[in-house]
């Protein structure tokens, strides 16, 4: 199990755990999902870590996981889960040119003290587009980005989001999402 330090979240404390192995392993990697969406000012529940990682670097990182204490549940060419007791971690691999872009240019953020690499919200919505054209049913991922645009429209980079949706064949939802927040 984690370690955890007193007043430290359990999430957090195994982010920081998390994020010494990767720096052990020397394996690159960058949050995504719903810990990314608190970053970026939407603050929400989640309850596990998503990070995305080279696909070149899926067997380091696996064996650090294990080192670790986790077991794998589920890993294929794209992704991976793994468990350990209650934490969960779920892995993208970055394999297209343009995963490999958003990980290369991840950008620190400062979580008490700790710099993580984290998606820019640009990229996030690429994601949580991708998510949600995959499965509709997830309700969680239009929300998510309702509000990250709600929250970052004024500093975002909204034709590298449009391309993102225009992707996936989704432009109209960002267009009814841009005028739910004027």
Not at 65 to 94: E, H, M
Not at 103 to 113: C, I, M
Not at 162 to 179: A, P, T, V, W
């Amino acid at each position: 199990m984690t370690n955890q330090t007193p007043g430290e979240s359990r999430l957090f404390a195994q982010l920081r755990e998390l994020h010494s192995a990767m720096d052990l392993a020397k394996v690159s990697y960058m949050l995504i999902g719903g810990f990314a969406v608190n970053i970026h000012g939407y603050v929400r529940a989640t309850h596990d870590l998503d990070v995305m990682v080279l696909a070149d670097d899926s067997d380091l990182l696996h064996d650090a996981l294990r080192k670790l204490g986790y077991s794998a549940i589920d890993r294929r060419p794209d992704l991976a889960c793994y468990f350990r007791g209650n934490d969960r971690l779920d892995v993208l691999y970055a394999r297209r040119p343009i995963s490999q872009r958003l990980l290369a240019q991840a950008r620190h953020a400062d979580l008490n003290g700790l710099s993580v690499p984290t998606i820019s919200a640009e990229g996030l919505l690429g994601l949580k587009i991708q998510a949600f054209s995959d499965d509709p049913r997830r309700i969680r991922d239009l929300t998510d980005m309702m509000e990250l645009v709600k929250v970052n429209r004024a500093t975002m980079n909204l034709d590298e989001v449009r391309g993102y949706f225009r992707l996936f064949d989704n432009e109209s939802i960002l267009d009814d999402i841009l005028k739910s927040t004027d």
